[in-house]
């Protein structure tokens, strides 16, 4: 019973913020590293951000380095992704994933559409 469940997409104007939310259930989250990927109209499934379980190490694609920060909170098997200066190549599906052996969970994905 595993699950995995985003939050917190919308359409926004380019500038503005957004801040994704992930709450899941049925694993170790505490001891598992999570993150967020995102699908681009066109394009593959890209990896956009990693946490490492305690938090202590983040990661980012180019692409959103220095506007995009992923963080967790433990307590509430939640991690999220706060969106700052958004762009209109932004615009995606963002899902949340746990790369957990032997399977990985994912999230079934919330859009995020930025446009003028």
């Known amino acids: 019973q595993v699950e995995v469940v985003e939050s917190g997409g919308g359409s926004v104007q380019p500038g503005e913020s957004l801040r994704l939310s992930c709450v899941a259930s049925?694993?170790?989250?505490?001891?598992?590293?999570m993150e967020w990927y995102r699908q681009r109209p066109g394009k593959e499934r890209e990896l956009v951000a990693t946490i490492t379980a305690t938090g202590g190490t983040m990661d980012y694609a180019d692409s959103v380095a220095g506007r995009f920060t992923i963080s967790r909170d433990n307590k509430k098997n939640q991690v999220y992704l706060q969106m700052n200066n958004l762009k209109p190549e932004d615009t995606a599906v963002y899902y949340c994933?746990?790369?957990?052996?032997?399977?990985?969970?994912w999230g079934q994905g919330t859009q995020v559409t930025v446009s003028s």
């Open positions: 049925g694993f170790p989250f505490d001891v598992t590293q």
């Open positions: 994933h746990a790369p957990r052996w032997p399977s990985d969970y």
